[in-house]
């Protein structure tokens, strides 16, 4: 599967963003789609996930609360909201896939995820 991210931009602490990730390939919807982020010098950290068939989600501490990924399977989408957004939100966000029987274990760890897309930058101004 191919992924492609979109939807970054800069917005003032606050504010909002939508990030959309498109997918091509028939098999979409058998994957658990992650989103990840990753600020200049730091690692790449889990944001949050959903699972294939979008009945299950995960969020990251720092960010629940303010995010809600969701997925729509008849687009081959997925999408982040990002509210509230502060400072410290600042990062490239790439979203990924992952599939098998038991990925939905091991979800927060960007090296299960096989497919991954081009980063979105967010920067959030204070």
């Known amino acids: 599967v191919q992924l492609q991210a979109s939807g970054g931009g800069l917005v003032q602490a606050g504010g909002s963003l939508r990030l959309s990730c498109a997918a091509s390939?028939?098999?979409?919807?058998?994957?658990?789609m992650g989103w990840f982020r990753q600020a200049p010098g730091k690692e790449r950290d889990f944001v949050a996930a959903?699972?294939?068939?979008?009945?299950?989600?995960d969020y990251a501490d720092s960010v629940k609360g303010r995010f809600t990924v969701s997925r729509d399977n008849a687009k081959n989408a997925v999408y982040l909201q990002m509210n509230s957004l502060k400072p410290e939100d600042t990062a490239a966000y790439y979203c990924?896939?992952?599939?098998?029987?038991?990925?939905?274990?091991?979800?927060?760890?960007?090296?299960?995820?096989?497919?991954w897309g081009q980063g979105t930058l967010v920067t959030v101004s204070s």
């Open positions: 390939g028939r098999t979409f919807r058998s994957y658990h």
């Open positions: 990924a896939a992952k599939g098998g029987i038991s990925g939905w274990d091991t979800r927060t760890s960007f090296k299960t995820y096989a497919y």
């Open positions: 959903i699972a294939w068939s979008g009945g299950l989600t």
